[in-house]
């Protein structure tokens, strides 16, 4: 499946999409935004890969340009469609596109597809307090802070605290529509 934005495009994830994962991830600058500490390794990756290609509750998603280059990944986790919820999650890894808007774009491109496609209700993600780019991204899109966890995650050698956000289909405020949704030639 491609959600089609006016300014990027949101695909599936294929096995040859696991190199820039790492590599993203294993960036510190782009590590410092995420709850991960450790060190992705392309072997371990492929085989994570592999166990979600199958996993129902999750849908993931490479964020491309228009003309076709992957600049970060995205998707829904603990998809429960009896509750109508999920928690989304997304990294902008190509730091030129910092502050463009395309995890704005890319964000709204998904919620606005997981309320209208998947029927949900509500989506909701954990982000560092001191993330304030996402806290930015996702309060456009009428995101609200439900509640702080105190000292919730241990990262980068210290407790810190997160913030538990939510957006319900009623409070969306999406930034962009998607175009088109069209069915991908599955190459996993």
Not at 88 to 117: N, P
Not at 119 to 132: C, D, F, S
């Amino acid at each position: 499946m491609n959600i089609v934005g006016d300014n990027i495009k949101l695909r599936p994830m294929h096995k040859s999409d696991m190199e820039l994962r790492v590599k993203w991830f294993n960036d510190p600058e782009v590590n410092g935004t995420l709850f991960l500490d450790e060190q992705l390794d392309l072997e371990k990756t492929l085989q994570w890969f592999q166990r979600t290609v199958t996993d129902d509750a999750r849908r993931d998603f490479v964020i491309e340009t228009t003309d076709g280059k992957p600049v970060g990944f995205m998707g829904l986790v603990g998809i429960n469609h009896r509750h109508g919820t999920a928690e989304c999650y997304g990294i902008v890894g190509e730091k030129q596109y910092w502050g463009k808007g395309i995890g704005t774009g890319a964000h709204s491109l998904l919620i606005q597809w997981a309320f209208d496609s998947l029927g949900l209700n509500k989506i909701w993600a954990a982000v560092n307090m001191k993330n304030t780019a996402i806290l930015k991204v996702t309060e456009k899109l009428g995101f609200r802070v439900e509640g702080t966890l105190r000292q919730e995650k241990y990262h980068q050698g210290k407790r810190v605290d997160v913030f538990r956000i939510a957006v319900l289909r009623d409070e969306f405020k999406p930034t962009s529509a998607y175009k088109e949704i069209s069915q991908s030639n599955k190459q996993l």
